[in-house]
């Protein structure tokens, strides 16, 4: 089972990749996770990428297109797996296309989740972040025991910068002028389902197995 997740920060990406994951004994490729490894890893592409995050600038699409591929040919890839952050773009896209053209990989589904500005904004507005295990907390849903503190480790929780009201609201901005075509060229291959992400993730989930069986049927 190969499936794409696209939406916007704070949409349910991660949350329901997870889900899928389990259900469906699949790896979940987060794209910020797989960057993250190759730096510390020091691979070639790792190094190529720190470079342009050292100074704050993206990472260009045929470095993240590198390190994605690499990972796609992981052993535990080979049965399937949920790509989640990637593509961002056309030219991703098209470049992903190829790689899976050239490993015979056929893409089962391609899920877009859409939630409004509100929603997403409640939602990484209220994310505070275990600054030493890395644990997710929400202020709200999924709040620590004790407030401030990681019920795992102990260690203080914090706001990242890029949760805070006003840099999400400019987030939302760049990934609507980044995303528009691209959920455009999917819509064009009829290979994009769209999911209602102003809901539970278990909502969401239960939509997203109904698709999923229907294409296990078809198969």
């Known amino acids: 089972m190969y499936i794409i997740l696209l939406g916007a920060p704070g949409a349910g990406k991660g949350t329901l990749a997870k889900m899928i994951e389990g259900k469906f004994d699949i790896p979940h490729l987060s794209t910020g996770d797989i960057l993250r490894d190759n730096v510390n890893r020091k691979t070639c592409v790792g190094n190529q990428a720190m470079e342009y995050m050292n100074n704050g600038k993206l990472v260009p699409d045929d470095i993240m297109i590198q390190i994605v591929k690499g990972r796609v040919l992981e052993e535990d890839c080979k049965a399937g797996f949920v790509l989640d952050g990637f593509p961002r773009t ?4 098209e470049a992903l296309g190829l790689i899976f053209d050239e490993l015979d990989i056929k893409i089962d589904a391609i899920f877009n989740l859409e939630a409004s500005p509100k929603t997403i904004i409640e939602r990484l507005s209220g994310r505070r972040t275990c600054g030493n295990c890395g644990a997710i907390y929400h202020i709200n849903n999924i709040p620590s025991k004790v407030e401030g503190k990681c019920d795992k480790c102990g260690d203080r929780l914090y706001q990242r910068d890029d949760d805070k009201k ?35 993730a278990d909502e969401m989930f239960m939509e997203v197995c109904k698709s999923l069986g229907r294409v296990i049927k078809s198969g």
Do not use: P, W
Not at 177 to 192: C, M, N, P, R, V
């Open 90 to 93: 056309i030219k991703q896209a």
């Open 166 to 200: 006003d840099v999400v609201k400019e987030r939302l901005i760049v990934y609507k002028a980044q995303t528009k075509k691209l959920i455009s060229y999917y819509e064009k291959q009829g290979s994009l389902c769209e999911i209602n992400a102003n809901r539970k």
